[in-house]
């Protein structure tokens, strides 16, 4: 079988072949990424660092990426730094005691947003974040965990 010519070529040929019509049928029928455009909402995806005791938390849609961070004082507070100007972060914790109201972050000099949070976060707290940059409106949600045990 091996001592055939037609069948070694069509061996080498056929991965080459596969590629190229994965990579043609991309092209011809893939979606083409736009522009976020002013007014609507767009998703955040929770990135693989949330899930752990990393110490932040990031959150991804396209170009735009969100970094959250619980700082250790006495009081929690939180800071979400982002790949691209916005112009205003609201966050709000979800806990199972109940909902709190979001609130806003404030504008740092050093382009962070910072606040606090009403509650401690405890295992099971989700915090929910909307930012909005460029007339448009990002959201996501991430759990906790990704706060260290020796921080907020």
């Given at each position: ?116 949070l009403a509650l401690r976060p405890v ?30």
């Open positions: 079988m091996f001592r055939n010519r037609h069948v070694i070529i069509a061996l080498l040929v056929t991965p080459v072949l596969a590629v190229l019509a994965w990579l043609g049928v991309g092209q011809l029928a893939g979606e083409t990424p736009a522009p976020a455009e002013p007014g609507r909402s767009y998703p955040l995806v929770e990135q693989p660092n949330c899930r752990y005791a990393s110490g932040a938390c990031d959150l991804r849609n396209a170009e735009l990426e969100l970094r959250i961070v619980l700082g250790q004082t006495a009081e929690p507070t939180i800071t979400v730094t982002s790949s691209h100007p916005l112009e205003r972060v609201q966050l709000a914790l979800a806990s199972g005691e109940g909902r709190a109201l979001p609130g806003d972050l404030a504008r740092s000099a050093n382009g962070q947003w910072v606040g606090r295992t099971g707290d989700r915090l929910r974040l909307v930012a909005q940059g460029d007339g448009a409106f990002y959201y996501g949600e991430v759990a906790t965990a990704f706060a260290r045990p020796g921080d907020s």
